[in-house]
């Protein structure tokens, strides 16, 4: 696979076009993505993100790139804040618990790409070194309630998104404040009470605004310039513009992030999933619903730019595509008889890759392997030993990236069922219980299982 060699194309929202990827260190790529907010469950359109983007990162891994992946972890702010206090729970504990809760979720669906994840609070003195600058270079103002940034010094706010600053007056987040010197201005640093959470600086005593916590950590941990920004469209606007912002004014530089990727929203029943519609799904219960692996090759089956309909039905679709990939799996793994067919591997694996290259085309890979899937299953009774070895060796190699296939075989589960009954006997008849014993027998044997007792040993074989 690795002699494969076709030119990577990324869609960049900041450019609005597909753009050659071309690191800035060689193979070396440095990725980041907005982590989240750790009060509650992730929702399935958080996870929609997350796995595409952990898949973006194993598959540029698999293409030969070494990828140092970061994403952010908000572990103190306003909504943590709030729920601790409906709870009864500090917020470093709540915050804890939800990031655990986190990482056990992206585990159902197998995200665990990420090289490193940075908690906001231990980066309190960088955010800190970047207000200072800001005030210095007075890009920044102190206010009654805070520390801001002031928009009408950077003059290319809103290009992310598209927007000029006469367009953006009702998009802003949070209410207007009575100091701040424009409606768009940001927080760099929201003043507390001393009794609350928070940290003293010659401002004031606060804590930090969501903008500046990640270009604070990004600064610290990939440099004024790195190569990938990603996250949901939902933080084009303002997120993203206002990380842009700080970053270029403090570094000079012409981008933060020379390509930026976003996902498409994830609707339910074509609505926008959010609290204020109630139609909030949390991905843990989507996965014990549905199964991680199913999930992860549901939300891989979409162009990742694209709206993405949460639905029975597509998710009926993926589940049974999966069931074809995964049966194929299985059945080329007990394969013990073997004909003369062979299979054009590197065939299907260049129109796979071709596919993928052209920006994370993970839809259009993932028929490229249904197709081959059907062909296999074609040839499957006459396969020779070495197409059935190509193939099983390809259906791993693509799941590098994809991370949809059960390694064990229905057949390897079915062994291990088998061997635990058997112990349960074994203990029966050494305690005498032969009754019992002779009734699991005889229950095995209705069931195609023929036991074979000699001495101590036991053995056991499928009927024919």
Request: net charge neutral; aromatic share 12%; hydrophobic share 35%.
């Amino acid at each position: 696979m690795k002699s494969i060699l076709h030119i990577m194309l990324v869609f960049n929202t900041l450019t609005r076009r597909l753009e050659e990827l071309r690191p800035r260190d060689g193979r070396r790529l440095k990725i980041f993505v907005c982590g989240p907010t750790v009060y509650d469950y992730i929702h399935v359109g958080n996870g929609r993100t997350f796995v595409f983007f952990d898949a973006a990162v194993k598959y540029l891994r698999y293409r030969g790139y070494s990828v140092f992946y970061l994403q952010n972890i908000t572990d103190l702010d306003d909504k943590i804040i709030n729920r601790g206090k409906e709870t009864g729970t500090e917020p470093s504990v709540l915050a804890r618990k939800f990031f655990e809760a986190y990482l056990a979720d992206l585990t159902k669906v197998h995200a665990d790409a990420v090289s490193y994840y940075a908690f906001a609070t231990d980066y309190i003195r960088e955010i800190a070194s970047q207000v200072r600058r800001l005030l210095r270079i007075g890009a920044a103002y102190v206010a009654n309630d805070g520390v801001y940034f002031d928009i009408s010094s950077f003059k290319d706010y809103g290009k992310l998104s598209g927007q000029r600053l006469d367009q953006i007056m009702h998009m802003v987040r949070h209410e207007m404040s009575s100091s701040k010197r424009n409606p768009e201005d940001f927080a760099l640093w929201k003043f507390t009470d001393a009794s609350e959470d928070g940290w003293n600086y010659k401002w004031g005593h606060g804590r930090p605004g969501w903008h500046i916590e990640d270009t604070a950590i990004t600064e610290e941990m990939l440099g004024r310039t790195y190569d990938i920004h990603g996250g949901g469209t939902d933080l084009i606007f303002p997120h993203h513009e206002g990380e842009i912002a700080i970053m270029r004014t403090l570094s000079g530089n012409r981008r933060l992030a020379r390509y930026w990727i976003h996902t498409g929203m994830l609707n339910i029943s074509d609505k926008k999933m959010a609290k204020s519609e109630g139609n909030m799904v949390s991905l843990r219960d989507a996965a014990e619903k549905y199964g991680g692996n199913n999930l992860r090759l549901f939300f891989l089956s979409a162009g990742y730019r694209s709206e993405l309909l949460f639905d029975e039905s597509t998710l009926h679709e993926a589940a049974q595509n999966l069931s074809k990939i995964q049966s194929l799996y299985d059945r080329l793994k007990q394969k013990d008889s073997f004909g003369s067919a062979s299979i054009d591997v590197p065939e299907y694996k260049n129109k796979l890759v071709t596919a993928i290259d052209k920006d994370f085309d993970f839809r259009s890979g993932i028929m490229n392997l249904l197709e081959f899937v059907n062909k296999v299953n074609t040839e499957f009774n006459n396969l020779s030993e070495n197409a059935c070895k190509q193939c099983l060796d390809f259906l791993l190699e693509v799941d590098l990236f994809l991370c949809i296939l059960n390694r064990s075989s229905s057949h390897e589960k079915y062994d291990r069922i088998i061997d635990m009954i058997l112990e349960i006997r074994n203990m029966l008849r050494r305690r005498k219980e032969f009754e019992q014993s002779d009734k699991i027998r005889s229950m095995l044997s209705e069931a195609g299982v023929e036991i074979e007792d000699t001495g101590d040993k036991v053995t056991w074989r499928l009927k024919q």
